[in-house]
Each structure stands twice: as C-alpha cells, then as structure tokens.
C-alpha cells in the first residue's frame, strides 16, 4: 500500500484547506469521520508521482504548518 497516517501538530482539515490553495491534494483528514482524530491525515503516494513532484508536496506542507502556526485564528 502507499496510504500511511500523518500526525500533524493542527487541525488537519485547516492544513488540506491551506494546501488545496497552493496546488496540492494533501491529504484526507480523519477528523471528519473520526472523532478525536483531528490532527491525523492519510496521505497516499503512487508510482505516477516523481521524486520532484513528492518534493514538491513536502516543501509546500513545511511551508503551510510554518505559516499556520504564526497565524492566531488559522482555523477559524
């Protein structure tokens, strides 16, 4: 499989949000379905994505958990 679970340090829902305005499917936050589990994501990676292209993803996440941590009402 290429699912694996991320644990982000906010609301996942605010980060897909935030990556979704810089060109990026990020991820699917388990908040929505699973109570208590607001700062998870499932993130899947196949075949068909290139080692720029997963670079690419990883520079624009740092970037958005960067931005959202110095923002006081990021999720609101």
């Not at 305005?21 to 290139?50: H, Q, S």
């Amino acid at each position: 499989f290429n699912e694996f679970t991320v644990l982000l340090p906010l609301a996942a829902d605010c980060v897909v949000e935030r990556m979704i305005d810089k060109g990026f499917a990020a991820g699917f936050p388990l908040g929505r379905y699973y109570p208590g589990m607001e700062d998870y994501m499932i993130v899947a990676v196949t075949e068909k994505r290139t080692r720029r292209e997963i670079d690419a993803y990883v520079s624009a996440l740092e970037t958005t958990l960067n931005e959202l941590s110095k923002e006081t009402a990021a999720c609101s």
